[in-house]
């Protein structure tokens, strides 16, 4: 049952501003592509449309902690660790490390809180439980490794 | 009956790279704004869920001739030129002006064409005639206004 | 003194994902378009190159809590409140509201916490002291404003 | 002497928009992608301001034609082809083909033109001639590849 999960891209030079270095609201994107990849290792997608009832995962909360810039080209490594699982929300950390140019060195930190939601007759939303199939792959993060 | 729209706006700092100028695909961007504009400036919405049948307008066709930069902070005035009225598509030209800080000048040139699609029952997309309430608000803009 | 600054805009497609509704890295990007009009409606710029020593202003902290979706030509407010002002860094929250269709309503709540840098003479970068100028047009929110 | 180059990405939910498909202006995100990537495989980077005097690579022209959506979490291939190697300047052509779900098929085509420019001692830009070591690692596509 893992408990966290890594993915490595290179910095596009879409992704810098004027500064020189990768606009902060990209590391929220990044985040989402961790916790993406993250539901495909266990066999999900986060567009779980087919399920009955449909369902989604609105963000409603996200943070993050920037500590060093990333830059053009540089290879960043986005590593997801599983910080707490509701019965109907799921909490995410996130640890952002610069791989290259060396020396490696962790940038940033971030955190993620998603909750799974079906459509109600009316056009709303609510919060229903996660599927038991993906919530019985979750395993919590080890203390020691969650911030 | 309108040939022609303008929207203005000033450059965000998250639109720039680390060139320091405006990133080439937000461009792009600024076209739709115009046209999304344009299209509520004659009662509609690019979106038009609620007709029936429901249609949408893929974009099929895109292009942009850049000549100076845009820098953060600047302000860009865009401004659509109807272009040609086909049976279910539509072309655009776009003339990109820096106004401020002076002198105004032209910074580039776009072009756009988009189709009005419905759904198919098998779940692909066919062209469909633009709807006769748009279309009779739309008028090509004079020979001497395109390029 | 202004303690708050207000800035609105209309939601565009682009700004959209699949899900139908704003994707939730551009509510970091609405944050800055706040911050940054607050310093304009200062005299300042958030790019300070022609200070001495040459200033910016990296991002530390980010966070947002999202309670309601914001959709495609929603217009939304963004309201910025000056939270701490430090010697060389600044704290900000932002009150996000959907103006229409109505009913006016909060839909997030966010915090950014900026410093104050100059680059070192080995390439790196060091807190410097807000300038004076800037500082003594800033002041903290009223208590009851802030969450 | 390489005449082609091509990346593999994966959609990401970021890249999509409210029709459910990516945004259009993503497209010319993955141009630069392939382009940045082909000039990393001959030993370059695009940002080249180490060379003396420093150059930059503006882009003037950019399009594409759109043939088919992509959808999020779908495998694509951007496929690079120099189609004219000038003086000073470069012209790509692009093949964008959706991998995976299966079938294969292209579902677009682009182009780039992009300059090499220095700045001039009156803060301008003018174009100069593509530094040697790169010209001569470059060759145009062979006519039946090029559309």
Redesign the interface.
């Known amino acids: 049952m893992p408990c966290e999960f890594t993915v490595t891209r290179r910095v596009?030079?879409?992704e810098?501003?004027?500064?020189?270095?990768v606009?902060?609201?990209?590391f929220?994107?990044y985040m989402?592509?961790a916790e993406?990849g993250f539901y495909?290792s266990l066999g999900y997608?986060?567009?779980m449309g087919d399920m009955d009832p449909p369902i989604?995962w609105?963000?409603?909360?996200?943070?993050?902690?920037?500590?060093k810039?990333l830059?053009?080209?540089d290879e960043v490594s986005i590593r997801l660790l599983v910080e707490k699982v509701g019965s109907s929300s799921l909490s995410f950390q996130f640890r952002f490390a610069r791989l290259n140019p060396a020396p490696q060195e962790e940038i940033g930190r971030g955190r993620l809180t998603v909750v799974c939601v079906t459509r109600t007759s009316e056009g709303g939303?609510k919060a229903v439980p996660i599927p038991a199939g993906l919530r019985e792959k979750l395993e919590v993060a080890p203390a020691g490794l969650l911030g």
Request: with cysteine; charged share 25%.
């Open positions: 596009e030079f879409s810098t501003d004027m500064a020189g270095i606009h902060y609201s990209n929220f994107k989402e592509t993406h495909r997608s986060v567009v989604g609105p963000r409603v909360h996200a943070e993050c902690d920037f500590t810039p830059r053009f080209e939303l």
